[in-house]
């Protein structure tokens, strides 16, 4: 999508790049989060622990970059289980905004997945 011309803004916790990591590519060390759920203290015997990570819910980043009002014309999540928490906490004018959504899925209570969650989505 960069080398299409798109901007893309990149999050990610656990990886350390610089701000301008490639053309029209941004990168920010933190991760996204449902505003019902903190992430804080998870841990993953594979994955890792969350730690002392920052991380933020979509609107607190849309905020931040100043898009509010924008359209995303895709959103790429592949959070290792916090999807369940994020898609059951997102509005109707949130999700109205997204284009398209990419995501991994995970089945597995060892990645926070239960039913009630999956209910709620």
Not at 29 to 39: F, H, T
Not at 71 to 99: P, Q, V
Request: with cysteine.
């Amino acid at each position: 999508m960069a080398s299409g011309g798109c901007q893309v803004y990149a999050f990610d916790p656990a990886q350390q790049h610089p701000r301008d990591y490639k053309p029209n590519v941004t990168f920010y060390q933190y991760g996204l989060v449902s505003g019902i759920v903190d992430e804080h203290g998870y841990n993953h015997t594979h994955w890792g622990s969350t730690g002392s990570a920052q991380y933020k819910t979509l609107l607190e980043i849309q905020k931040e970059l100043g898009h509010s009002d924008t359209h995303i014309s895709a959103l790429k999540i592949d959070c290792e289980g916090c999807e369940w928490n994020l898609f059951s906490d997102m509005d109707d004018h949130t999700l109205s905004r997204i284009g398209q959504i990419l995501t991994e899925i995970h089945f597995t209570t060892t990645l926070r997945f239960s039913g009630s969650l999956a209910e709620r989505c």
